[in-house]
């Protein structure tokens, strides 16, 4: 399996400091860096779709308003996903008006049939495990996808229904596992292989207990050089970034 290898570049939402975030650009760009995940979020729009989205609105990254739940599929379609897309403060918008949408997790999941994922479920209310399942299922993806939560609650369904699935730490999970005792370990069992953890949680001990027990560190997300030296000298497992040409180039020197 690709995710026991490291290190591993995990393009965090695509790479969007590089191409407006979660858009069919972004994951091309990020593919044509060789970048081993492509990391995104979801969400439904209010007629079921699932959309590729981090916000639980679209005022950031578009030039519309309000919540995606609240919008139709139609209503987020038109909408312009590279309307604020800007590298240099403001001063300009090179995305904007060249027709960038906001994809589907379907569309996402087709365009790039051999990679891996990380789909970070974001919608808690109402809830969208099965929505997501029957797309990664439809898709034929099943065998290629991370499902990610930091609710222990969407982690949990998860498993439940889908014991077959590849599914993160929750946040909940990873703090009992970063807080474990020595005692404790004898009879501790990790819930998965895989933790996605902030940067600056990843220690020098939390990595030699992740070997213990076989799980992956996945740290966000990281965007200096520095930074990336620091977290594959301590040996995680694999980096969420922003900019997967920095970290390309990192790894391709050490």
Aim: charged fraction near 20%.
């Amino acid at each position: 399996m690709l995710l026991c290898g490291a290190p591993l570049l995990i393009a965090h939402r695509g790479g969007g400091a590089l191409r407006p975030e979660e858009t069919l650009p972004a994951f091309e760009n990020a593919a044509a860096l060789h970048a081993d995940v492509l990391e995104l979020d979801v969400h439904t729009t209010a007629d079921g779709e699932v959309v590729c989205i981090h916000d639980g609105t679209v005022d950031r990254t578009t030039n519309g308003t309000g919540a995606v739940h609240g919008l139709t599929f139609a209503e987020v379609r038109a909408l312009d996903a590279g309307y604020r897309f800007t590298t240099d403060g403001g001063a300009t918008f090179p995305y904007r008006g060249m027709g960038i949408t906001v994809p589907t997790l379907a569309e996402v999941l087709a365009a790039h049939p051999a990679a891996w994922f990380s789909i970070e479920i974001k919608q808690l209310e109402p809830d969208i495990v099965d929505e997501v399942l029957e797309v990664v299922d439809a898709s034929g993806a099943a065998s290629r996808v991370v499902l990610v939560s930091f609710q222990d609650a969407v982690v949990r369904e998860i498993r439940a229904r889908r014991p077959d699935l590849v599914t993160g730490m929750s946040l909940g999970e990873f703090v009992a596992f970063a807080r474990l005792r020595p005692a404790a370990e004898e009879t501790y069992a990790p819930p998965t292989t895989i933790s996605q953890l902030p940067a600056d949680s990843v220690t020098a001990e939390v990595v030699a207990r992740a070997e213990r027990f076989g799980v992956r560190l996945h740290a966000w997300t990281v965007n200096d050089r520095e930074a990336m030296e620091r977290l594959l000298d301590l040996g995680v497992h694999g980096i969420m970034t922003d900019n997967p040409a920095l970290l390309a180039d990192v790894l391709a020197h050490r």
